[in-house]
């Protein structure tokens, strides 16, 4: 199986989507076109769409979930925010931002 089946594979449903995007926008383009109405927004709608299609194609998000542990650590983050913000103190919306990844 090639490196491509695996990523197609691996990110199916981003696959899926981008398929789909690209056939439905030449799908429109060809009934417009049939139906003597593809003007220059059609190209344009076209071209856009099929590039998104091959934008999310290429997407590698499959690997890109984050963790049980990280999830964790944003859910208390986000909870100690009302309470920063209500008492005025800053120091945890700072200390976010400024952090080494």
Request: glycine content about 6%.
């Amino acid at each position: 199986m090639t490196a491509l089946m695996k990523k197609l594979l691996a990110n199916w449903q981003t696959s899926v989507s981008g398929i789909s995007m690209i056939c439905l926008a030449i799908l429109h383009l060809i009934f417009q076109m049939r139906n003597h109405v593809a003007d220059e927004s059609a190209w344009s709608v076209a071209i856009l769409a099929i590039l998104g299609g091959v934008g999310l194609i290429a997407a590698g998000d499959a690997n890109k979930s984050a963790t049980v542990h990280q999830v964790d650590n944003l859910q208390q983050q986000l909870n100690q925010v009302p309470s920063a913000i209500k008492s005025g103190d800053t120091d945890i919306l700072t200390k976010a931002i400024n952090k080494p990844q």
